[in-house]
């Protein structure tokens, strides 16, 4: 298990956009990515979690996180051997560890945490709670974004992970981190 959580070596520059649900994580991936002409990493949680919902009528249990975060690393490892310099990640292991310590009482999967903490990213989006709340099959917590933005920010701060905040309308977001990335890619 432990190699399927693990992020493979790379010369890329990765970014992993970061935040609480509905706060345009994956419209700015996709936008990031065809800007850079590169590929992104799709969430994979929400896929999974689509299929037990319509088969099951299901909600996401703790037996489901380690699984979740293979998938998710899975696409990341196949998609970075394939990408332009530049990586861009819609979701990664330590969004599924607050996740799981919101959820779960605290409760963090023991590989999934030293995975969480390991894998390297260079810049993290933290997506800000500016826009609207959508509902669909999986969002649940519409009464509690400050909450879980705030959790999604100390987890950050706590690990010392370099990040900047996006804020504003989906254009603003963009511009702010394309003068983000490209400052990366400057200095890389």
């Known amino acids: 298990m432990a190699e399927k959580l693990a992020q493979r070596p790379s010369s890329l520059i990765k970014v992993v956009l970061f935040g609480p649900e509905s706060t345009g994580k994956t419209s700015l991936a996709k936008m990031l990515a065809n800007h850079y002409d590169t590929f992104w990493v799709e969430e994979y949680m929400r896929e999974y979690l689509q299929e037990k919902w319509d088969k099951e009528k299901k909600i996401c249990e703790p037996k489901d996180m380690i699984p979740i975060a293979e998938g998710q690393m899975k696409r990341e490892n196949v998609l970075a ?108």
């Open 81 to 188: 051997e394939k990408a332009n310099k530049l990586l861009i990640s819609d979701t990664n292991l330590l969004e599924l560890k607050v996740y799981s310590e919101a959820y779960y009482e605290g409760f963090c999967d023991a590989q999934l945490l030293k995975h969480a903490l390991n894998n390297q990213y260079d810049l993290y989006f933290l997506t800000y709670i500016d826009v609207p709340w959508t509902p669909d099959d999986l969002r649940d917590k519409p009464e509690d974004r400050v909450g879980m933005f705030k959790r999604f920010e100390e987890e950050l701060k706590k690990h010392q992970k370099p990040y900047v905040v996006l804020k504003g309308d989906l254009i603003d977001r963009f511009n702010i981190a394309i003068e983000e990335i490209d400052k990366l890619l400057k200095n890389k």
